[in-house]
């Protein structure tokens, strides 16, 4: 009796076991696909995710659906047929007959802006001016925003982390001015849902928004790439950590000189930054936080872009434009409209080279060069 049991239980485990390596893994989407999303008016609309090979995935919004099969490695993409303007949340469904489908909450349709840049663009509404009541009176529901989480890569990755938030008082502080108040004046003049995809990091210098296969093309640019190599080479020499050891015995020395003296403690010395793992370094930025959100239908783009290249500024034409042309490429939809920030009228300080006390002129400069090169181009002046 004791052995029919023991072949009982092992015939069960076999088939629990058979049971679970069989089944079909459930449709996964990408983060930006989620509660509260936004998706964009009057253009065919990409949809895609993973899922097992060979089974039919169905995309459904309102009347509109579509239909497609997964390739190999599990990707699939669908081009839903063009949506009008969606006031009232609607749920996007993506269904499969062979395993567990994903429903996707409070969907709106209208205009999608991405905006991106470092910490100028960044500055968030708790910050802006009158900021009390404007937080108080951010009740725009049908104006939503997507925040990628910061995230560097070697290689373009096709997931970020990221949610939607919905524009209340209760959300809008960490939120981006000028995507906060750029998407409430479209919201209100035009009656239209926005949403707003936000990628951000602070300081950061328009090659590490571009991809590395834009740059290499653009002869411009070379300047810039080289000076990477360089620096990557010092890096990687010991000579910049050597330095960076003498100073900080000079200033362990001064430190305690200086607490025996009673007297300021001199500013600690920073060690040398590693460019191998740099935000700024080329085509990071863009891998980690631009590439997972392509090919999400947007209306167009904001870019802050500029204030980190001072030190180079003179290249700043040659990368502003193949910043812009790499992602109207890369998106296909287009010329599409790119809004610019003019970099205020400061004078150069410090830590720079003596012939870049002009670096804003030549940063402005750039700005009119390629505005006057490219088409459907917006500037606010500062």
């Known amino acids: 009796m004791f052995h029919s049991k023991q072949i009982f239980l092992s015939t069960v485990c076999v088939l629990l076991i058979s049971t679970i390596g069989s089944a079909s893994a459930a449709v996964r989407l990408p983060a930006v696909f989620a509660d509260g999303m936004v998706l964009q008016r009057n253009q065919a609309v990409p949809v895609w995710g993973w899922a097992d090979p060979g089974e039919e995935i169905t995309v459904t919004y309102g009347a509109k659906s579509a239909k497609v099969t997964p390739a190999e490695d599990g990707r699939w993409r669908v081009?839903?047929?063009?949506?009008?303007?969606?006031?009232?949340?609607?749920?996007?469904r993506i269904d499969s007959a062979q395993s567990e489908g994903v429903v996707v909450h409070n969907v709106l349709v209208g205009d999608v802006w991405l905006c991106s840049g470092p910490s100028n663009l960044f500055w968030p509404v708790s910050k802006c001016d009158n900021a009390a009541q404007e937080i108080a009176a951010a009740n725009y529901p049908q104006i939503r925003f997507f925040m990628t989480e910061k995230a560097l890569a070697d290689e373009p990755q096709d997931d970020c982390e990221g949610a939607w938030t919905v524009c209340s008082p209760e959300t809008v502080g960490p939120t981006s001015g000028v995507a906060y108040f750029f998407s409430r004046r479209i919201h209100t003049e035009m009656d239209v849902p926005i949403g707003v995809l936000q990628s951000f990091w602070g300081g950061s210098?328009?090659?590490?928004?571009?991809?590395?296969?834009?740059?290499?093309?653009?002869?411009?640019?070379?300047?810039?790439?080289?000076?990477?190599?360089?620096?990557?080479?010092?890096?990687?020499?010991?000579?910049?950590?050597?330095?960076?050891?003498?100073?900080?015995?000079?200033?362990k020395k001064a430190d305690d000189e200086a607490k025996k003296a009673e007297k300021k403690a001199p500013?600690?010395?920073?060690?040398?930054?590693?460019?191998?793992?740099?935000?700024?370094?080329?085509?990071?930025?863009?891998?980690?936080?631009?590439?997972?959100?392509?090919?999400?239908?947007?209306?167009?783009?904001?870019?802050?872009?500029g204030l980190g290249n001072l030190a180079q500024s003179q290249h700043n034409t040659a990368l502003l434009e193949t910043q812009i042309e790499d992602w109207r490429t890369r998106w296909g939809l287009g010329t599409i409209p790119f809004g610019l920030v003019?970099?205020?009228?400061?004078?150069?300080?410090?830590?720079?080279?003596?012939?870049?006390?002009?670096?804003?002129?030549?940063?402005?400069?750039?700005?009119?060069?390629?505005?006057?090169?490219?088409?459907?181009?917006?500037?606010?002046?500062?």
């Open 79 to 92: 081009m839903l047929p063009k949506l009008a303007v969606q006031k009232t949340p609607l749920d996007l």
């Open 205 to 251: 210098r328009m090659e590490a928004w571009t991809s590395q296969e834009a740059l290499d093309a653009a002869p411009g640019v070379q300047p810039v790439l080289l000076a990477w190599a360089a620096g990557m080479a010092e890096f990687n020499s010991g000579s910049p950590q050597a330095a960076y050891s003498k100073k900080l015995d000079a200033w």
């Open 342 to 382: 003019q970099p205020s009228p400061y004078v150069i300080a410090g830590g720079f080279p003596k012939d870049h006390v002009d670096a804003y002129s030549l940063s402005r400069e750039a700005q009119k060069i390629v505005i006057d090169r490219l088409p459907n181009i917006g500037l606010a002046l500062t």
């Open 267 to 305: 500013a600690k010395p920073r060690p040398p930054e590693n460019p191998a793992t740099s935000r700024h370094r080329p085509a990071s930025l863009y891998n980690g936080m631009i590439a997972p959100l392509i090919p999400y239908g947007i209306r167009g783009a904001m870019i802050y872009q």
